[in-house]
């Protein structure tokens, strides 16, 4: 492992040497949860669990818990969780696919789940490639499998590619999500966005609205709004 942290040192984070490293999209992801304290938050692919540290450095009191496949970054998970939050974050090391329903439903879930890229180069690592690469309709069983465990009016918000757009919407139709908001984040003014959180509600109707984003890059630095959210953990307004 090596030894970091998150949301401007705020946060101590572990993650692997190689292979799999987080990026920018579970701290965006995490800070477009309108979470409140005694909420219950479930990560689907929960890695090293960025998004739920974040998620609760900003919400203090939320229960947290996150679904790994994968040990190794379950353990880490486990290590990150404990140094930060170990009251009120857990790991289960398991399918989010697998996972029976609760008799205390979530509030939330979030994913950025693996999407199928047939065009695209396939990892050596095999980590890095279970947590982007996927087997045709996999982000369609994981959409499904995450709205069974949220109860009435809980929020799915969830981080894809633009190509994977279509396979989404209607995902979260067939889920019985609706209500949704699309936030882009632009990586400069004019630039094609290349990331795209979007925000369903279980058991709402409604159209889909197209929020203005958030451009991540002026000059060769962050803006100020994005900085807002990696360095001082600030919320995405999507509601």
């Known amino acids: 492992m090596t030894e970091g942290h998150l949301l401007g040192g705020a946060v101590p984070y572990a993650q ?3 292979g799999y490293r987080t990026g920018i999209e579970p701290i965006f992801m995490a800070a477009a949860i309108p979470a409140r304290p ?3 938050v479930l990560e689907a692919g929960t890695g090293a669990g960025a998004g739920l540290l974040c998620l609760s450095r900003r919400v203090p009191g939320i229960t947290g818990v996150g679904i790994e496949i994968e040990p190794a970054m379950a353990a ?3 290590i990150n969780f404990g140094r930060n939050d170990p009251s009120h974050l857990f790991v289960r090391t398991g399918d989010i696919l ?3 329903a609760t008799d205390t439903p979530f509030d939330h879930a979030m994913a950025n789940p693996p999407w199928h890229d047939a065009a695209g180069s396939l990892p050596e690592d095999a980590l890095r490639h279970r947590a982007k690469m996927a087997e045709p309709g996999l982000a369609t069983q994981w959409i499904a499998a995450m709205a069974r465990l949220l109860r009435p009016r809980g929020t799915l918000t969830l ?4 190509r994977a757009l279509p396979e989404t919407l209607a995902a979260l139709a ?3 999500c609706g209500a949704g908001v699309l936030f882009p984040l632009w990586p400069r003014a004019g630039r094609e966005s290349r990331i795209l959180l ?3 509600i279980h058991g709402a109707r409604g159209d889909f609205r197209m929020l203005p984003g958030l451009i991540l890059h002026e000059d060769a630095h962050y803006t100020d709004a ?3 959210v990696l360095r001082q953990g600030d919320s995405l307004a999507l509601r």
């Open 159 to 162: 981080v894809v590619p633009p």
């Open 226 to 228: 994005a900085e807002a």
């Open 98 to 100: 697998a996972q029976p």
């Open 76 to 78: 880490i998970a486990t």
């Open 16 to 18: 692997p040497v190689d």
């Open 198 to 200: 979007i925000q369903a």
């Open 38 to 40: 005694g909420d219950r």
């Open 174 to 176: 067939v889920a019985g």
